[in-house]
């Protein structure tokens, strides 16, 4: 019983496999999967895909990477998608300073704007953060958002907890099977284990024994295993402890 709190079934690594691929989760466990809109094609492929799928629900939002094209009518038709009833949140937003492929003062701005549609149509956010750590944390802590997941998360345990004390999730994917992964094992150790999700990121990160290829939900398996090893709980309860955690998150 898993609940995939972070998926890319839109992207074009899929289109030969997708609908045979989507249609054999539940079977393989995954009760729950939120696709997640990047801009404003996906996001209107992410609520293509729930609404074929009863079990699978959609983000709308625009990455930092997106944001150049950005203007305040992309922000209403964000607001007009929003109103889907299997749109669970906004996201994914944030800041990106690794690639920079959008001007860092814009992707300010526009994570800013995301974050007060969030506020003003009552969803969670899907963060994401990639080397702008403090950044993206101060840009949430000056806003009145306190419900949301930090995607993919890879700062500091002392900084998961000043998220979690503000009432976000931290997400948990393929990298945490990674031997090289220390900073991240030490996060699941320390945090409370009713503040994590689970999430693949398909079609990226494929967790160890399957890394380096496509990803899909079915891996969420080896996240669960290897969070059950770092807290000492079993599979069983890290399934469902996370799927309960995504429940009062989304729904």
């Known amino acids: 019983m898993y609940f995939e709190s972070h998926a890319h079934y839109d992207d074009k690594r899929f289109r030969e496999d997708r609908e045979k691929l989507l249609e054999l989760l539940p079977s393989c466990g995954i009760d729950h999967v939120v696709n997640i809109g990047c801009d404003l094609k996906s996001s209107q492929e992410s609520i293509r895909l729930a609404e074929k799928y009863d079990y699978i629900y959609a983000s709308v939002g625009?990455?930092?990477?997106?944001?150049?094209?950005?203007?305040?009518?992309?922000?209403?038709?964000?607001r007009r998608l929003a109103a889907h009833e299997k749109v669970v949140a906004i996201g994914e937003i944030g800041l990106d300073y690794y690639y920079d492929f959008s001007p860092r003062e814009l992707q300010q701005f526009w994570f800013r704007q995301q974050l007060r549609l969030a506020e003003s149509v009552n969803k969670p956010v899907i963060i994401h953060s990639r080397d702008a750590s403090q950044e993206t944390f101060d840009i949430i802590k000056s806003s009145p958002i306190r419900r949301g997941v930090i995607h993919c998360y890879s700062g500091a345990?002392?900084?998961?907890?000043?998220?979690?004390?503000?009432?976000?999730?931290?997400?948990?994917?393929?990298?945490?099977?990674?031997?090289?992964?220390k900073k991240l094992v030490e996060v699941v150790d320390?945090?409370?284990?009713?503040?994590?999700?689970?999430?693949?990121?398909?079609?990226?990160?494929?967790?160890?024994?399957?890394?380096?290829?496509?990803?899909?939900?079915?891996?969420?398996?080896f996240v669960v295993e290897k969070i059950a090893e770092i807290k000492k709980l079993s599979p069983e309860d890290v399934a469902k402890i996370t799927f309960d955690n995504a429940k009062s998150l989304f729904f």
């Open 62 to 78: 625009v990455h930092p990477h997106e944001v150049s094209e950005m203007t305040s009518q992309t922000i209403e038709e964000l």
């Open 157 to 181: 345990w002392q900084m998961a907890q000043d998220y979690v004390n503000m009432g976000f999730f931290i997400g948990v994917g393929g990298v945490v099977t990674f031997s090289n992964a």
């Open 190 to 221: 320390k945090i409370p284990m009713e503040k994590i999700l689970i999430e693949t990121d398909s079609p990226y990160l494929a967790p160890n024994p399957n890394r380096g290829k496509r990803n899909d939900s079915r891996n969420l398996q």
